[in-house]
T-cell receptor, first 112, second 113 residues
Framework: DTAVSQTPKYLVTQMGNDKSIKCEQN?????MYWYKQDSKKFLKIMFS???????INETVPNRFSPKSPDKAHLNLHINSLELGDSAVYFC???????????FGQGTRLTVV | AQSVTQLDSHVSVSEGTPVLLRCNYS??????LFWYVQHPNKGLQLLLK??????LVKGINGFEAEFKKSETSFHLTKPSAHMSDAAEYFC???????????FGTGTSLTVIP
């Protein structure tokens, strides 16, 4: 069974569209994250979320919003997509603070 | 604030020779440190972690890392490189709450046959 799964794996869409990336973890973890990996492979935290608190990286545009229907899911919704949003997006989860994060396989988003 | 610096963006070694990937960290407290590996078009896999227990940490695939507080370093080593080790390696530090993991800029390892 896949611990952290993301769908879709690839997403190609036009500028201006709204899209969502889904993430599910079956590890019973309390905290989930979204990371963006740019073309230079650098990973940057976008959001972290547990059942108590949402922490938003202040550099993330408000076109990006996390949505958590339950503890096992943290979806990423993006409004009005721009060319610069093209990247690989990784979802992750961890059991508790200071333990390792388990990552999904990534979603390669291409905005044309 | 926490941060990590990976000193080499690219490292190239011959198969069968030792691997050294360097990482220095900055933290206002005793940090948790991790090394992750990313193979081409793949997700991130945890190699090993340091969480204030033994300073020499052994991970998967023969990798190990030593936490040196005096040098603020957490270098990744392997005695003998294998072709399958070619990948991108990330040094990571977590903040005190564990709510954020800060990634280094990555080191691309090439293994020459």
């Amino acid at each position: 069974d896949t611990a952290v799964s993301q769908t879709p794996k690839y997403l190609v869409t036009q500028m201006g569209n709204d899209k969502s990336i889904k993430c599910e973890q079956n590890l019973g973890h309390d905290t989930m994250y979204w990371y963006k990996q740019d073309s230079k492979k650098f990973l940057k935290i976008m959001f972290s979320y547990n059942n108590k608190e949402l922490i938003i990286n202040e550099t993330v545009p408000n076109r990006f919003s996390p949505k958590s229907p339950d503890k096992a899911h943290l979806n990423l919704h993006i409004n009005s997509l721009e060319l610069g949003d093209s990247a690989v997006y990784f979802c992750a989860s961890s059991r508790q603070p200071d333990t390792e994060a388990f990552f999904g396989q990534g979603t390669r988003l291409t905005v044309v | 604030a926490q941060s990590v610096t990976q000193l080499d963006s690219h490292v190239s070694v011959s198969e069968g020779t030792p691997v050294l990937l360097r990482c220095n960290y900055s933290s206002s407290y005793s940090p948790s440190l991790f090394w992750y590996v990313q193979h081409p078009n793949k997700g991130l896999q945890l190699l090993l972690k340091y969480t204030s227990a033994a300073t020499l940490v052994k991970g998967i695939n023969g990798f190990e890392a030593e936490f040196k507080k005096s040098e603020t370093s957490f270098h990744l080593t392997k005695p003998s490189a294998h072709m399958s080790d070619a990948a991108e390696y990330f040094c990571v530090v977590s903040d005190r709450t564990g709510n954020q993991f800060y990634f280094g800029t990555g080191t691309s390892l090439t293994v020459i046959p």
